[in-house]
């Protein structure tokens, strides 16, 4: 099991950056993140783009859901494992609308 909160609080401070906060305005989303080894669910909630929270905790009905490993996430963080390839082997399961997932792609990866 790998520790996912470094890379969770990388996606989570892209959020800071104004150049992305421009690119997402009126992005109102919540994300949860779903690690199947370890049993623990991560919510993050952006709000209009411009900043996002993250903590311990599960959502009933998320806009977005991903679930995975931890090592499979880590894997595609670190550019270890293709994350398309994850997804296409049933190693990623993704819930959500394709068009906030496509807007979430680059900030993820």
């Not at 623990?40 to 209009?48: E, S």
């Not at 996002?52 to 931890?70: F, G, H, N, R």
């Not at 090592?71 to 190693?91: L, R, S």
Request: hydrophobic fraction near 40%; glycine fraction near 6%.
């Amino acid at each position: 099991m790998a520790d996912v909160m470094p890379y969770l609080e990388q996606i989570r401070a892209k959020f800071d950056d104004p150049m992305l906060q421009e690119k997402m305005k009126g992005f109102t989303k919540s994300l949860q993140f779903v690690f199947t080894d370890t049993g623990k669910t991560y919510l993050m909630n952006i709000t209009d783009g411009k900043s996002a929270t993250l903590k311990e905790e599960k959502l009933e009905k998320p806009d977005i859901q991903v679930t995975w490993s931890s090592d499979t996430f880590v894997g595609i963080q670190e550019k270890k494992v293709n994350a398309t390839t994850a997804f296409m082997t049933g190693k990623v399961k993704i819930k959500g609308s394709m068009d906030d997932l496509m807007k979430l792609q680059k900030v993820m990866m």
